[in-house]
């Protein structure tokens, strides 16, 4: 079944943008890239839009349709009525490059700043050793294909650019949490998550959650759990006696 | 929104779906069970219909609570001279309000911080949950900790409603199935938080060093992807049992016996 879709797209630069509107036909099975193919296609040869896999697995296609923070390759044009305006523009959170590509730079600055896996010293690569169920928690979290839908829809960088320098996001401080989680790391990385990537920025409102198209559980299982851990490490006065405890114990030891 | 360099796009939000509809009803069903709640607490009266204690004034611990209402005693004394409910409700108060599920419901609807997912929320400056007072939803684990001792005391009336007004053991009302859904689903609201997620296992490195932990952790993991169903019922659990007790010491209809 073929239809005509009316589509409006936002095209422009830093400078000025505005909508421009479309109507493309449509054929069954099709996704909103398809789509956006095909304005490129048949009517706007220089329409900008950045993919890659066209199957959900790269993350390039990150963008907004009707409003929600997608990607265009996963987004199935038969979940829109056959009359009905669909709006795409770009990611919001991020500087604009031109019509829906944008600069995600941000992304790659803050992903430098979180210390990689430490493993114990004198343990080379190929001696790793560990249990399923001490790393199938964070496991979870490998899924992650840095698609940065999170972190575009997350309202702490999305409505308060002055927090970019801040705060890391949802992605970075999951990274944090798997790494912190990871039966063979050795770094503690729970008063750096919170003093140097925002931690306490984050209020919990799941919306990372809701558009991550890997469905990974971010705040259930990674932001919360991470929150915890620096409670433990920072807001418990009961386990920080204990800490002196064990030092003074240690020392007459 | 419109920072520097970014897409020049004026609307708050393009979502063209009822974003706003879960915030409004979460407003609409907060609201009115705070005002309930309110209300109830500073009523100071129709609390105790025999066997039952209304969970809002559980324990109640005045001397000026009604007679047969005071299983635990009366540590507070006779200075105290406001509704019993006043000193109690600050511990399941605290643990509901830092509880993560709840941040996020009250966050979203009544801060809207931010209404809804990608759509754009209305204050200038925003600094979440880095300093005072927001700095003590931190304290959730302790709320946890005093909310799991009144789940015990909530149990224990459950225990003593199985008599009859009289006093005498082996009976059943209605009221006790009432308060016996109301203490298992706080129980369940209890066990499914993300703190007890955490104390039972999830601060650990190496869940294969702590078994049974490890157990536990499952276990709660499992209930914590129901919290917030939990939350809800649990709430609604404690306003009805509450209701079905003011109604029994109102005199607004007498308890179904079952036993």
């Given at each position: 079944?073929?239809?005509d879709?009316?589509f409006?797209?936002?095209r422009?630069?830093?400078?000025?943008?505005?909508?421009?509107?479309?109507?493309?036909?449509?054929?069954?099975?099709?996704?909103?890239?398809?789509?956006?193919?095909?304005?490129?296609?048949?009517?706007?040869?220089?329409?900008?839009?950045?993919?890659?896999?066209?199957?959900?697995?790269?993350?390039?296609?990150?963008?907004?349709?009707?409003?929600?923070?997608?990607?265009?390759?996963?987004?199935?044009?038969?979940?829109?009525?056959?009359?009905?305006?669909?709006?795409?523009?770009?990611?919001?959170?991020?500087?604009?490059?031109?019509?829906?590509?944008?600069?995600?730079?941000?992304?790659?600055?803050?992903?430098?700043?979180?210390?990689?896996?430490?493993?114990?010293?004198?343990?080379?690569?190929?001696?790793?050793?560990?249990q399923?169920?001490?790393?199938?928690?964070?496991?979870?979290?490998?899924?992650?294909?840095?698609?940065?839908?999170c972190?575009n829809?997350c309202?702490?960088?999305?409505?308060?650019?002055?927090?970019?320098?801040?705060?890391?996001?949802?992605?970075?401080?999951?990274?944090?949490?798997?790494?912190d989680?990871?039966?063979?790391d050795?770094?503690?990385?729970?008063?750096?998550?919170?003093?140097?990537?925002?931690l306490?920025?984050?209020?919990?409102?799941?919306?990372c959650?809701?558009?991550?198209?890997?469905?990974?559980?971010?705040?259930?299982?990674?932001?919360?759990p991470?929150?915890?851990?620096?409670?433990?490490?920072?807001?418990?006065?009961?386990?920080?006696?204990?800490?002196?405890?064990?030092?003074?114990?240690?020392?007459?030891? | 929104m419109?920072?520097?360099?970014?897409?020049?796009?004026?609307?708050?939000?393009?979502r063209?779906?009822?974003?706003?509809?879960?915030?409004?009803?979460?407003?609409i069903?907060?609201?009115?069970?705070?005002?309930?709640?309110?209300w109830?607490?500073?009523?100071?009266?129709?609390?105790?219909?025999?066997?039952?204690?209304?969970?809002?004034?559980?324990?109640?611990?005045?001397?000026?609570?009604?007679?047969?209402?005071?299983?635990?005693?009366?540590?507070?004394?006779?200075?105290?001279?406001?509704?019993?409910?006043?000193?109690?409700?600050?511990?399941?108060?605290?643990?509901?309000m830092?509880?993560?599920?709840?941040?996020?419901?009250?966050?979203?609807?009544?801060?809207g911080?931010?209404?809804?997912?990608?759509?754009?929320?209305?204050?200038?400056?925003?600094?979440?949950?880095?300093?005072?007072?927001?700095?003590?939803?931190?304290?959730?684990?302790?709320?946890?900790?005093?909310?799991?001792?009144?789940?015990?005391?909530?149990?224990?009336?459950?225990?003593?409603?199985?008599?009859?007004?009289?006093?005498?053991?082996?009976?059943?009302?209605l009221?006790?199935?009432?308060?016996?859904?109301s203490?298992?689903?706080?129980?369940?609201?209890?066990?499914?938080?993300?703190?007890?997620?955490?104390?039972?296992?999830?601060?650990?490195?190496?869940?294969?060093?702590?078994?049974?932990?490890?157990?536990?952790?499952?276990?709660?993991?499992?209930?914590?992807?129901?919290?917030?169903?939990?939350?809800?019922?649990?709430?609604?659990?404690?306003?009805?049992?509450?209701?079905?007790?003011?109604?029994?010491?109102?005199?607004?209809?007498?308890?179904?016996?079952?036993?």
């Open positions: 079944m073929t239809y879709a009316t409006r797209v936002w422009g630069d830093d400078e000025e943008g505005e909508f421009a509107d479309y109507t493309v036909p449509v054929n069954e099975g099709e996704v909103v890239l398809d789509i956006i193919h095909r304005i490129q296609a048949t009517q706007q040869p220089d329409l900008a839009v950045r993919w890659n896999c066209k199957a959900g697995k790269c993350g390039s296609c990150s963008a907004e349709v009707n409003g929600k923070p997608r990607l265009l390759c996963m987004t199935r044009m038969s979940t829109f009525l056959d009359t009905e305006t669909i709006t795409v523009t770009p990611l919001r959170t991020f500087p604009i490059i031109k019509d829906l590509v944008t600069d995600v730079s941000f992304n790659y600055e803050k992903a430098r700043k979180v210390p990689s896996f430490t493993p114990p010293p004198g343990l080379e690569p190929g001696d790793y050793r560990m399923q169920i001490d790393v199938e928690r964070s496991q979870e979290f490998r899924k992650c294909i840095e698609c940065f839908l972190q829809t309202h702490v960088l999305r409505d308060h650019e002055e927090n970019k320098p801040k705060f890391s996001g949802p992605r970075f401080l999951m990274r944090i949490a798997e790494l989680m990871h039966p063979l050795t770094l503690d990385r729970k008063k750096a998550a919170q003093d140097e990537h925002g306490g920025y984050c209020n919990i409102t799941k919306c959650t809701e558009v991550c198209p890997e469905h990974i559980k971010i705040t259930d299982n990674a932001l919360i991470l929150k915890e851990r620096v409670i433990d490490e920072k807001y418990d006065p009961l386990l920080a006696l204990g800490r002196v405890f064990r030092k003074d114990k240690a020392k007459k030891g | 419109l920072s520097p360099g970014r897409a020049r796009i004026p609307q708050k939000t393009l063209s779906d009822r974003w706003w509809l879960l915030p409004t009803v979460t407003v069903v907060l609201l009115s069970f705070v005002v309930y709640a309110t109830r607490a500073f009523e100071g009266a129709y609390y105790y219909a025999s066997p039952y204690l209304s969970p809002l004034y559980s324990p109640c611990l005045a001397t000026s609570c009604v007679p047969g209402s005071t299983d635990l005693g009366t540590p507070i004394g006779s200075w105290y001279v406001l509704s019993p409910a006043l000193l109690i409700l600050v511990f399941p108060l605290g643990f509901r830092t509880c993560y599920y709840y941040r996020k419901a009250y966050y979203r609807s009544f801060w911080s931010p209404p809804g997912c990608a759509v754009a929320e209305p204050h200038k400056k925003y600094t979440g949950e880095t300093r005072f007072p927001l700095i003590l939803q931190n304290s959730h684990r302790w709320f946890f900790i005093a909310g799991l001792i009144f789940n015990c005391i909530l149990t224990f009336d459950v225990i003593i409603a199985f008599r009859n007004p009289e006093g005498q053991w082996g009976h059943m009302g009221g006790t199935l009432v308060l016996l859904i203490a298992t689903l706080l129980w369940f609201y209890s066990l499914s938080c993300h703190a007890c997620k955490h104390i039972v296992g999830g601060r650990l490195k190496h869940f294969s060093r702590h078994p049974v932990r490890y157990r536990l952790w499952t276990l709660v993991s499992r209930l914590n992807s129901s919290h917030s169903m939990f939350a809800w019922l649990s709430l609604f659990g404690v306003a009805f049992a509450d209701f079905y007790v003011r109604c029994l010491a109102a005199d607004w209809f007498t308890d179904i016996r079952f036993f």
